[in-house]
């Protein structure tokens, strides 16, 4: 049972350009949280979503990110025109209903 | 005030030692409550869920008090590879069943 799956690793993206992050659940797993962890800063809630729907979203930025979890596929976190403040640890996080949450291993955002 | 805070230490400590760290929440209806440590700005990796009767796993000791909302972490005997941070996380109730992290509380094992 592969444990929670985060691509890329490292993304480098020019301001202005859109980076997308991707995040594979455990298996059996339909509930799939986004954080980000600045730099020398703690964990900060994004958005949580089950399938096909977002169900807590209110860490989101209002303007330029955008989340899915479709039927199919990965849950994607979408950065339109990154700015260098996007540059950041994104961290994927998937659970059943009433569990813990397990880990990706992030995506390290550089915005150059 | 904050969802979930934590005394961000650090705390420095000599082998051997027993550390406590200590974790309030705000939300009276939240429903489920953990510790995780985060490595060098890796992933969190769960340490253990927190229950009401409290709970023991080896050295650590987890503890709950819903009427102070109030989480408490307990290790003994406290070895290098402990040093991380440690992460008090609250799961809320109804609908936004988030989980919500606090900044953390760093910890360092000294030799």
Known sequence: NAGVMQNPRHLVRRRGQEARLRCSPMKGHSHVYWYRQLPEEGLKFMVYLQKENIIDESGMPKERFSAEFPKEGPSILRIQQVVRGDSAAYFCASGARNTEAFFGQGTRLTVV | ?111
């Open chain 2, 1 to 111: 005030r904050k969802e979930v805070e934590q005394d961000p230490g650090p705390f420095n400590v000599p082998e051997g030692a027993t550390v406590a760290f200590n974790c309030t929440y705000s939300n009276s209806a939240s429903q489920s409550f953990f510790w995780y440590r985060q490595d060098c700005r890796k992933e969190p990796k769960l340490l253990m869920s927190v229950y009401s009767s409290g709970n023991e796993d080896g050295r650590f000791t987890a503890q709950l008090n819903r009427a102070s909302q109030y989480i408490s972490l307990l290790i003994r005997d406290s070895k290098l590879s402990d040093s991380a941070t440690y992460l008090c996380v609250v799961r809320s109730s109804g609908s936004a069943r988030q989980l919500t992290f606090g900044s953390g509380t760093q910890l360092t094992v000294l030799p």
